[in-house]
């Protein structure tokens, strides 16, 4: 069984950035792709990013693309998500999931248990 | 960009009742769609994958069908537990795309 464990709520001033970590068990890391996805109040889900831990790669939204960075730390099977310049949309949950590829792209079968991230001054 | 559009955006219906959910590509992405289910404060949980093959351990109630623009997930007979907000996600290729979520309700 897989398990992602993230970190908890943080506050954050506006132009300021956040990191949130993601712990897995439960089956080889390496094996892995872990991708980031937020949610708004209020609103929808929007995927962030991903890393492949074993090669280190990343793929980004192009929405976020210059204010994300994900990194993995297969020492401690951990992956770090950092958002920077954060602005009061940012506000939301943040999620790690599990991505299962699937022909060109991935879906999503585990999830962690998300983290609050409120932007405020 | 491919967008996705669910219908309807909130529904409300009876136990035992069957309710169906549509997902609506503006491009052909043959069968690469996947449902998830979300409770407030809880994180989502995957349904389906490949249009219409169910996550190991959803109950047998939820299905989905579809493939090239058009998807649905049916929910066979309604239970209180499946009060949620549900959404499609396009996975055709690597720019990831949700749809705007199905809010369901128990009248």
């Known amino acids: 069984q897989v398990q992602l464990v993230q970190s908890g709520a943080e506050v954050k001033k506006p132009g300021s950035s956040v990191k949130v970590s993601c712990k897995a068990s439960g089956a080889t890391f390496n094996y892995y792709t872990i991708s980031w996805v937020r949610q708004a109040p209020g609103l929808g889900l929007e995927w962030m990013g991903r890393i492949i831990p074993v090669l280190g790669t990343t793929d980004y939204a192009q929405t976020l693309q210059g204010r994300v960075t994900i990194i993995a730390d297969k020492s401690t099977s951990t992956v770090y998500m950092e958002l920077s310049t954060l602005r009061s949309e940012d506000t939301a949950v943040y999620y790690c999931?599990?991505?299962?590829?699937?022909?060109?792209?991935?879906?999503?079968?585990?999830w962690g248990q998300g983290t609050l991230v409120t932007v405020s001054s | 960009d491919i967008q996705m559009t669910q219908s309807p955006s909130s529904l409300s219906a009876s136990v035992g009742d069957r309710v169906t959910i549509t997902c609506r590509a503006s491009q052909d992405i043959n069968i690469f769609l996947a449902w998830y289910q979300v409770k407030p404060g809880k994180p989502p949980k995957h349904l389906i994958y490949a249009a219409s093959t169910l996550q190991s351990g959803v109950p047998s109630r939820f299905s989905g069908s579809g493939s090239g623009t058009d998807f649905t997930l049916t929910i066979s007979s309604l239970q209180p537990e499946d009060v949620a907000t549900y959404y499609c996600q396009k996975y055709n290729n690597a720019l990831l795309t949700f749809g705007g979520g199905t809010k369901v309700e128990i009248k």
């Open positions: 999931a599990r991505s299962i590829v699937d022909g060109a792209g991935f879906y999503f079968d585990y």
